[in-house]
């Protein structure tokens, strides 16, 4: 599978966003997905996941409560609704698959630039 991020922009504290990830290429429900974040000069992290059916997800602490993690398998997508953004949310975001085989993250998109401002 192929991931592309997207809907990355520049919005002032507090605001909105909501971020995509298209897959194409083999079948989108044999993954696990998650979105990472890397802040500059900061290790990647992980910003939350999702099963391979949407029916569980995680979260990190920092962004629990105002970011969502959704997919929908007929259309080969994954989003990311941020809400109540800081400029700590300031950073490159990626999308990534684990296959259910591993359960690693494998396949990396790439990065879509979020950037808050204060």
């Known amino acids: 599978v192929q991931l592309q991020a997207s809907g990355g922009g520049l919005v002032q504290a507090g605001g909105s966003l909501r971020l995509s990830c298209a897959a194409s290429g083999r079948t989108f429900s044999h993954y696990n997905m998650g979105w990472f974040r890397q802040a500059p000069g900061k290790e990647r992290e992980i910003v939350g996941s999702?099963?391979?059916?949407?029916?569980?997800?995680y979260y990190a602490d920092s962004v629990k409560g105002r970011f969502t993690i959704s997919r929908d398998n007929a259309e080969n997508a994954m989003y990311l609704q941020m809400n109540d953004l800081n400029p700590e949310d300031t950073a490159v975001y990626y999308c990534a698959a684990s296959p259910l085989t591993t359960m690693m993250y494998e396949i990396w998109g790439r990065g879509t630039l979020v950037t808050v401002s204060s």
């Open positions: 999702i099963t391979w059916s949407g029916g569980r997800t």
